[in-house]
């Protein structure tokens, strides 16, 4: 599947379904992403002087409520084929106190009512989502054992897809592979510094204390 560079991709877990399985309806719905709802991005060992450094995510209840949705498609594995799209009215996306809501109907290609009955028949459940962020707010803590980096994204720019797939969203090649472990890693490292700034400005904060008895 043809992952984009400078594009975040993320599978929530969450199932999706058909809304009546009796029907010849094609319609499915579930939620492309859940809100205030942690979950482990990804972590690294002896990272920070030989701790553990673990990256939590959850996204705002807020976050979509600028996001660009006006062309937003439906797709299997971030393929490039679309079987739906909220342009012409067949995708719907609407924030709920659960999360991102989709409904879509599939019927209108041979390739979406093909993938409509395996979602039928329960070969494919997981839904993953294409998005920019246009605001974030990360916090770093250290304890004895480990640094926690918790990212909140508190503002979407634009989701460009949600996708119908039987894995959750990886890159397929090397070069991709690669791209995605190089953009982990300059996070961690900003975090790390932000974390070494902090203990720098309280070291200094307490020497300053100390030399005028404070």
Same mark, same amino acid.
Request: proline share 2%; no cysteine.
């Given at each position: 599947?043809?992952?984009?560079e400078?594009?975040?991709?993320?599978?929530?877990?969450?199932d999706?379904k058909?809304i009546?399985?009796?029907?010849?309806? =094609?319609?499915?719905? %579930?939620?492309?992403?859940?809100? *205030?709802?942690? =979950?482990?991005?990804f972590?690294?060992?002896?990272?920070?002087? %030989?701790?553990?450094?673990?990256?939590?995510?959850?996204?705002?209840?807020?976050?979509?409520k600028?996001?660009?949705?006006?062309?937003?498609?439906?797709?299997?594995?971030? @393929?490039?084929?679309?079987?739906? /799209?909220?342009?012409n %009215?067949?995708?719907?996306?609407?924030?709920?106190?659960?999360?991102?809501?989709?409904? !879509?109907?599939? @019927?209108?290609?041979? %390739?979406?009512r093909?993938?409509?009955e395996?979602? /039928?028949?329960?070969?494919?459940?997981?839904?993953?989502?294409?998005f920019?962020v246009?605001?974030?707010?990360?916090?770093?803590?250290?304890?004895?054992?480990?640094?926690l980096?918790?990212?909140?994204?508190?503002?979407?720019?634009?989701?460009? *897809?949600?996708? !119908?797939?039987?894995?959750?969203?990886?890159p397929?090649?090397?070069?991709?592979? /690669?791209?995605?472990?190089? !953009?982990?890693q *300059?996070?961690v490292?900003?975090?790390?510094?932000?974390?070494r700034?902090?203990?720098?400005? !309280?070291?200094?904060i307490?020497?300053?204390?100390?030399?005028? @008895?404070?």
């Amino acid at each position: 599947m043809p992952i984009r560079e400078n594009r975040e991709y993320r599978n929530f877990k969450n199932d999706f379904k058909f809304i009546d399985k009796e029907s010849l309806s =094609y319609e499915v719905e %579930g939620l492309a992403s859940t809100f *205030d709802d942690s =979950y482990l991005l990804f972590e690294y060992n002896d990272a920070f002087e %030989g701790k553990k450094v673990e990256v939590w995510e959850k996204v705002d209840r807020e976050a979509f409520k600028e996001a660009d949705m006006s062309d937003t498609v439906f797709q299997y594995n971030h @393929g490039g084929h679309v079987f739906a /799209r909220t342009k012409n %009215g067949t995708l719907e996306l609407t924030a709920t106190e659960e999360g991102l809501s989709v409904r !879509a109907d599939l @019927g209108g290609t041979q %390739g979406g009512r093909d993938m409509a009955e395996e979602i /039928r028949g329960g070969y494919i459940d997981k839904m993953s989502i294409g998005f920019t962020v246009a605001e974030d707010v990360t916090v770093t803590e250290e304890d004895p054992e480990k640094i926690l980096v918790t990212r909140t994204i508190t503002r979407v720019k634009k989701l460009y *897809d949600v996708s !119908a797939v039987d894995f959750p969203a990886n890159p397929n090649t090397d070069i991709n592979a /690669r791209s995605m472990e190089q !953009a982990r890693q *300059d996070f961690v490292n900003k975090a790390l510094s932000d974390l070494r700034i902090q203990k720098r400005r !309280a070291e200094i904060i307490e020497r300053i204390k100390s030399n005028y @008895g404070n």
